[in-house]
């Protein structure tokens, strides 16, 4: 296990991972800091709420996602791949989430 520092909304949050996860993890913070920027939240006052929002609209962009792989537009299209792809980002967030929630 490696220990990464993860900066989102203004603070910075040490968690655990497991070696080799890192830069994953890293890109994962980086995406609900971009949605935590991007909803203009004041961090400091509501920093569960703002993660917990920020969360929601990442997890709705992958339900979207999901959605869309149940009814591929191109038959030659790896679903299997990509599905596995979002299942795997899915149980990083949810990891991620509860590690900053910890």
Do not use: C, Y
Request: charged share 25%.
């Amino acid at each position: 296990m490696s220990e990464v520092k993860l900066q989102v909304g203004g603070r910075v949050h040490t968690v655990s991972v497991a070696d080799g996860q890192e830069d994953s993890l890293r890109h994962l913070a980086s995406m609900v800091d971009a949605k935590i920027a991007g909803m203009g939240a004041n961090v400091s006052s509501n920093e569960a709420k703002n993660l917990l929002f920020a969360a929601i609209l990442l997890a709705d962009e992958l339900n979207d996602a999901q959605k869309k792989l149940a009814h591929p537009p191109d038959p030659g299209l790896d679903t299997d791949a990509v599905a596995d792809k979002l299942e795997r980002l899915a149980t990083s967030l949810e990891n991620t989430a509860s590690r900053l929630e910890g």
